[in-house]
């Protein structure tokens, strides 16, 4: 874990307007900054950067949120990725809290693994430009294969020399330890001397999603029956193929403007349909879908499409990982190309224009199409058949999600079509598949204890018309400007005696909030306010805009407006001070609260009135008109005294 101490180093170093102008062109407006929308498509600037109040919001799309969460939102970053590029940035020392010396030794492995990297990275791309051997034979072969010099130096390719030692002697120049170098793959003990491992091959440097490099892949030149197409980076800290999708980093952002993720098998894909303008593209490197992997691509979207070649070995290739892509919720279609295509020679014939036309029309449903696979393996065979069918409904079975039920039943519809069989029949042997699957995670998960509690746990819904009466009363505006009164002049005088907050929290009697307030992020950012207000650290707004609760910074950063500011020119036209709200802080928190007071007195005397129309007997009667007068008197007494209008 970071430190506290490292985290308010890096807070205090923040600008906002430094962050999100490395990925966005920025305009000075006024006292703020405007630009195109980065989440959105858009050719009017409504992207608001306030380098003041540290937020960046968009009025077209509503996005918003502090330095911190632009990288999250922007670079896929989590929380930890996001303060550890900060840290890099602004040159501040990350120091961590007390971790065992196990992990200790695993993170400084970890960062030497980097570092040789990085040293790796370079090293393959100057001698594939600057080396006569680089040139000569591994330029002129990807210039042969149609890549171009910008599209190399993306990608960061290289390549490593034919000479049988020459990086492992330059990384042992440069003291680099040579049991780690070992485990980067890049270099192997023969003999007992350090040898070169990728000798002759072109390097292609595989990032994380924060731009590392956690391993390499070594393409041969051409053809060479004797070694390995590939030689890929072994398994280590850094480097877990299974959590690995080539090119993520580069299409992340083209991913999320499409919301579609384009999946194709080789590093040499990705590349070629990158020079072409698809972007939104990675590839799996030949293996089967992990869990992992599909997570990843659900950080950007959730419509999946997976493009192979049209031939037996692709089709299988196309099928694995099939059921985790459904349980993962993805929406998953698949695009064959014709025989002896693949990705990068297909879309170099085609154009990139006709290469999308042609995925776009050529979109297959993943489960209609392996059963369209299977029925054509299985034939007039009665027993293959039969084996179809419950793959088919164990398939479906994976589509258990409440949002996914709709998808499911159409699935079945459709499959039970196609496989001539019972509708219904085929509809129970899904559900038999879920009940299994769901008895067997309980065996694993939980213990009978757990289980009793599951069965006697209260089951939601049924609390509709409760919302819709809620809704009713709500008056968010005023909830809102309470709280937001509170954040902007909460430690600013209210008397000789007391702060705002003080005065705020004293007449909302902080043990009725949840009365008063229905908005339950409002009410969140109260209780929050006045636990620190409690207990002596004095709140202020940065403290919300970097809490670690997104919910809780998200509510705080949409109080805060940035779109209107007082115009400069408004000098020009009035003389003296213009009154400013900051003038005129303490008439609208008495305004507000009045409100607030008025709009509790109100709902009192609907539910008096309610008990009134139910009670049995004269005293009871009685006691509720008194009650009423005495709230009337209340009401008139608020609104003459501030003079607010009465509710109708």
């Not at 990925?23 to 050719?43: I, S, T």
């Not at 992997?293 to 037996?312: C, M, P």
């Not at 696979?373 to 179809?388: C, E, P, Q, R, W």
């Not at 809780?552 to 407006?561: S, W």
Request: proline share 3%; glycine share 6%; hydrophobic share 35%.
């Amino acid at each position: 874990m970071i430190s506290q101490n490292t985290i308010q180093q890096i807070l205090s170093r923040i600008d906002i307007t430094d962050i999100v102008g490395s990925f966005v062109k920025l305009k000075k407006r006024g006292a703020n900054y405007l630009g195109l929308c980065p989440f959105h498509n858009e050719k009017t600037p409504s992207f608001t950067v306030s380098p003041v109040k540290e937020i960046y919001k968009c009025f077209g799309c509503g996005r918003s949120g502090n330095a911190i969460s632009f990288l999250m939102e922007h670079e896929k970053y989590s929380y930890v990725e996001a303060l550890r590029w900060l840290a890099n940035r602004y040159n501040v020392e990350v120091e961590e809290t007390e971790v065992s010396a196990a992990t200790r030794e695993l993170h400084q492995t970890a960062d030497s693994l980097y570092i040789i990297n990085n040293f790796a990275r370079q090293y393959f791309s100057d001698l594939l430009i600057q080396s006569e051997e680089g040139r000569d034979i591994g330029l002129s072969y990807l210039k042969e294969r149609g890549f171009d010099i910008p599209i190399i130096e993306k990608f960061q390719i290289g390549y490593c020399s034919r000479a049988k030692d020459h990086f492992a002697k330059s990384a042992l120049e440069a003291q680099y330890n040579p049991e780690n170098l070992q485990k980067t793959g890049l270099v192997v003990m023969r003999d007992g001397q350090l040898v070169d491992n990728y000798r002759g091959r072109i390097i292609f440097p595989i990032h994380n999603s924060t731009g590392k490099i956690t391993g390499f892949g070594a393409r041969v030149i051409g053809k060479n029956d004797r070694a390995p197409k590939y030689i890929n980076t072994p398994e280590n800290e850094i480097y877990i193929k299974s959590k690995i999708l080539y090119g993520s980093y580069f299409a992340r952002q083209a991913i999320d403007r499409a919301d579609e993720c384009l999946l194709v098998e080789g590093y040499t894909d990705v590349v070629s349909l990158h020079q072409a303008g698809v972007e939104n593209v990675v590839a799996s490197g030949g293996t089967s879908l992990t869990t992992d992997q599909l997570n990843l691509i659900k950080k950007y979207t959730n419509n999946l499409t997976i493009i192979y070649d049209g031939d037996a070995a692709g089709v299988k290739a196309a099928l694995r990982g099939l059921d985790l892509a459904l349980e993962a919720g993805l929406i998953v279609k698949l695009v064959l190309l014709p025989n002896n295509e693949d990705p990068d020679s297909f879309v170099r014939k085609t154009g990139s224009a006709s290469f999308k036309e042609f995925i776009a029309e050529n979109k297959k449903d993943f489960v209609l199409f392996q059963l369209e696979v299977s029925l054509k393996d299985a034939g007039t065979d009665s027993n293959k058949k039969a084996a179809v069918v419950n793959r088919m409904a164990e398939t479906i079975s994976r589509l258990n999600k409440t949002e996914d039920f709709t998808k499911q039943q159409d699935y079945i519809r459709q499959c039970a079509g196609l496989l001539k069989i019972d509708e219904e029949g085929l509809n129970n042997l899904v559900n038999k598949y879920i009940r299994e699957r769901i008895a067997k995670q309980e065996s694993k998960h939980l213990n009978q204890e757990e289980k009793a509690q599951m069965a006697t746990a209260p089951t939601e819904g049924g609390t509709e018309n409760e919302d819709v009466l809620t809704l009713l009363n709500k008056d968010d505006l005023i909830e809102r400007n309470i709280v937001r009164a509170l954040l902007d002049f909460g430690n600013q005088a209210w008397n000789d005696k007391q702060k705002v907050a003080d005065y705020i929290f004293e007449e909302l009697e902080i043990n009725e909030l949840t009365n008063l307030i229905d908005n339950t992020q409002m009410l969140m950012v109260l209780n929050t306010y006045q636990s620190w207000n409690r207990e002596g650290a004095e709140p202020d707004i940065k403290k919300f805009l970097y809490h670690p609760d997104e919910q809780l910074r998200a509510a705080v950063i949409d109080l805060m407006d940035t779109r209107y500011e007082l115009s400069p020119n408004w000098k020009d036209h009035y003389d003296g001070p213009l009154p400013s709200r900051e003038s005129l802080y303490k008439e609208e928190i008495i305004s507000t609260l009045n409100y607030l007071k008025l709009r509790k007195i109100k709902r009192l005397m609907d539910e008096n009135q309610r008990d009134l129309e139910k009670a049995s007997s004269p005293e009871e009667q009685l006691t509720l008109l008194q009650t009423h007068q005495h709230l009337k008197q209340l009401e008139m007494t608020l609104t003459k005294e501030y003079g607010t209008v009465i509710f109708k």
